[in-house]
């Protein structure tokens, strides 16, 4: 006998661990490509290492625990370790434990299955360029996240304390109004997320405007909006603040708009002032084809300070949006080479 166990059954118990960590990777990975295979069109090797991260990891984790938790019960626990903790027998207090991470390990495997499938649905409507299905399953995904974690502290509490569930809930309620008062912001940033989904005023993709923050939208939560800003930097916005906010959705423009005004000397002649604006119209309708559109061009203005000319075009939505800002400053330095070529001066700042 050792530690109130025989040698074989610490050896079984052994044998039986050591067996579940070097097969158990092995077992998920058949059990779970079995069950995609049954339940499911999707070939799994399409989504390698989603498949991996979601279902067969933490199908293995269950396997493994599983085998360890069960082989463990099969031994009498050793008196030489059986102690009071806060009045309560150590091997009670183990028991719980494993108990309650079995039960962590089965809600992240539940998890892993729900995010593997919104995974899947979302690459299905993305190849469909279905981005309301897609703002859909994300947000669904995040809630869905949320709700199993949720049921996983209960299960833990029932499982691991034997707290009766009638009563958590009934607490929770209380707590729950409570959470309300106190984190009114977060409750009004997931109402708000699907005001978003309701309203579909941007998608998944859209470049948008918020209170003078641009950016592609990365992705919409139940919390939060993330944006993808020119400088390639992400801002996380509360969604309350994108819907509460002014909000630009650029994507559905049809065309980008540039307006300046050139601000000559008042001893410039009509002559050289009909010459420069012919100079840029030129200019401008040679790029007509390039995906600059409808420019105008025109003596708008005299005063007692300068002769103002007014310069406008649209640039079409095939460009990016830095392929547009290339294309204003080549139109830019075209204009500033005209003007140094007539001899033209501008207004400077303090003769105004």
Not at 26 to 34: D, P, Q, R, V
Not at 196 to 211: A, E, R, S, Y
Not at 257 to 285: A, F, G, R, S, W
Not at 292 to 308: E, Q, W
Request: aromatic share 12%.
């Amino acid at each position: 006998m050792f530690l109130d166990n025989t040698i074989k059954a610490w050896f079984i118990c052994a044998g039986a661990i050591l067996l579940a960590l070097i097969f158990s990777r092995f077992i998920s990975k058949g059990l779970a490509t079995l069950f995609v295979k049954l339940f499911t069109k999707v070939k799994h090797t399409d989504y390698s290492d989603v498949f991996k991260k979601n279902i067969v990891k933490p199908l293995s984790h269950y396997i493994f625990w599983s085998v360890v938790v069960f082989s463990l019960e099969k031994l009498s626990f050793p008196h030489q370790m059986e102690f009071d903790f806060f009045k309560t027998k150590f091997s009670k207090v183990l028991d719980a434990i494993s108990m309650g991470w079995l039960t962590v390990c089965f809600f992240q495997l539940v998890i892993g299955i729900a995010m593997f499938i919104a995974f899947v649905l979302k690459e299905s409507a993305a190849k469909k360029n279905d981005r309301p299905i897609l703002q859909m399953i994300s947000l669904l995904a995040d809630l869905v996240r949320a709700v199993l974690i949720v049921f996983c502290i209960l299960f833990v509490l029932k499982v691991s304390f034997n707290y009766s569930l009638s009563s958590f809930v009934t607490s929770l309620g209380l707590v729950t109004a409570a959470l309300a008062l106190a984190a009114k912001e977060s409750v009004e940033n997931i109402i708000c997320s699907f005001v978003i989904f309701l309203d579909k005023p941007f998608f998944v993709g859209d470049t948008i405007n918020v209170n003078g923050v641009s950016g592609t939208v990365e992705k919409i939560g139940l919390r939060s909006t993330l944006l993808r800003t020119d400088a390639k930097t992400l801002v996380n916005m509360s969604n309350s603040s994108v819907i509460g906010g002014t909000l630009e959705n650029k994507s559905n423009q049809t065309y980008r708009h540039t307006v300046q005004t050139l601000e000559l000397d008042l001893d410039t002649t009509p002559e050289t002032i009909q010459e420069l604006v012919n100079h840029i119209k030129k200019l401008l309708q040679n790029m007509s084809n390039e995906s600059i559109v409808n420019p105008a061009v025109y003596f708008k203005d005299t005063g007692i300070n300068s002769h103002k000319i007014f310069v406008e075009y649209f640039g079409l939505m095939n460009m990016t949006y830095a392929d547009f800002t290339q294309r204003v400053q080549q139109i830019n330095i075209e204009i500033v080479t005209i003007i140094k070529q007539l001899n033209i001066s501008l207004v400077k700042l303090n003769d105004r």
